[in-house]
């Protein structure tokens, strides 16, 4: 399905990146929510949000963290909050959901697939370390997967989508996952409209390459026809050309310091500068930005007064 309107989302902080690679990446509660609602006011209309220890910036699953912004941003802005359920690949399927069937948000991201997913090369790069998790927890990845098996997946349909009323942010990582998010779709887990995000650069899944994007299209055109709504999100520093391509080709678009932490060839000062960036590129492409109410129309969201914080 073709938008007529751009949904910018904003990926405030993830479980990518550590510390230690930018002074800008955001982990206290308090500047997570600070990111946040700066994005929001840049235009981001969907805040793609994970949770970090507040002494060291590891990634968490403790809900108790996530409940010390989620209510904060949502009293500062009107944008759609989007809580992860793919944590780290170290975290369990039940440490994943916690905070989201806490919050039963609008909105959860949910990869679907299990999948090699390596942030090790980010080692080859030498630095300082502020802490000692930082390259464990890169190196773990050289050994690990991301789990989301069929059953992980059904699970997270049946107990946020149907038990909290979350509509998803498909992420497929590679082509055999939309043929998974159809298989879905034709078993009646997925109602509505789905709303996939294209995800590029991961090592394990599809390259960054626009050949990769427009099959992806292709593909996804062939199991969905006009019933989907897409979105691109890139890694590092393919994040721009692809998402400015994603655009051209009616598709929505994700920032954030989750994905990249430059801002053209410096790194970024914030999220709201890769916002300001996109809404720079996409009006003049002469498209129109979503606000968070036609987000919500486009997604069929249940809307923020219907979460759990």
């Not at 929510?33 to 981001?44: F, L, S």
């Not at 930082?134 to 997270?156: K, S, Y």
Request: proline share 6%; charged share 25%; glycine share 10%.
């Amino acid at each position: 399905m073709k938008s007529k309107k751009v949904i910018i989302t904003c990926a405030v902080t993830g479980s990518v990146h550590t510390p230690s690679m930018s002074p800008h990446l955001p982990y206290r509660p308090e500047d997570i929510a600070a990111e946040a609602i700066a994005a929001a006011e840049a235009g981001a209309s969907i805040l793609h949000l994970h949770a970090r220890d507040p002494d060291d910036g590891r990634p968490t699953a403790d809900p108790k963290v996530f409940m010390r912004f989620l209510p904060v941003i949502k009293q500062a802005c009107d944008a759609v909050i989007n809580i992860t359920t793919g944590g780290s690949s170290v975290m369990t399927l039940e440490d994943r959901l916690a905070a989201a069937l806490a919050a039963e948000p609008e909105m959860c991201s949910l990869n679907m697939g299990s999948m090699n997913f390596g942030l090790f090369p980010m080692l080859d790069r030498p630095r300082d370390w502020q802490h000692a998790w930082e390259p464990e927890l890169l190196e773990a990845t050289r050994g690990t997967i991301f789990r989301n098996t069929f059953a992980d997946i059904e699970a997270i349909l049946t107990r946020l989508g149907e038990g909290c009323g979350t509509r998803f942010e498909f992420e497929c990582y590679d082509v055999g996952h939309l043929y998974t998010l159809a298989h879905f779709r034709d078993r009646g887990l997925i109602p509505g409209t789905p709303f996939l995000q294209f995800v590029f650069g991961v090592l394990g899944g599809i390259g960054a390459d626009p050949e990769n994007l427009v099959h992806m299209k292709r593909i996804a055109d062939k199991l969905f026809g006009d019933d989907y709504r897409f979105s691109v999100l890139a890694a590092g520093r393919a994040q721009m050309p692809m998402i400015s391509m994603a655009a051209t080709m009616g598709g929505s678009v994700r920032v954030g310091l989750e994905d990249s932490l430059f801002d053209g060839r410096t790194l970024a000062a914030s999220n709201a500068d890769q916002v300001r960036r996109i809404r720079v590129i996409l009006e003049g492409l002469s498209l129109e930005v979503a606000t968070p109410e036609e987000a919500r129309a486009m997604l069929g969201l249940k809307g923020g007064d219907r979460v759990a914080f």
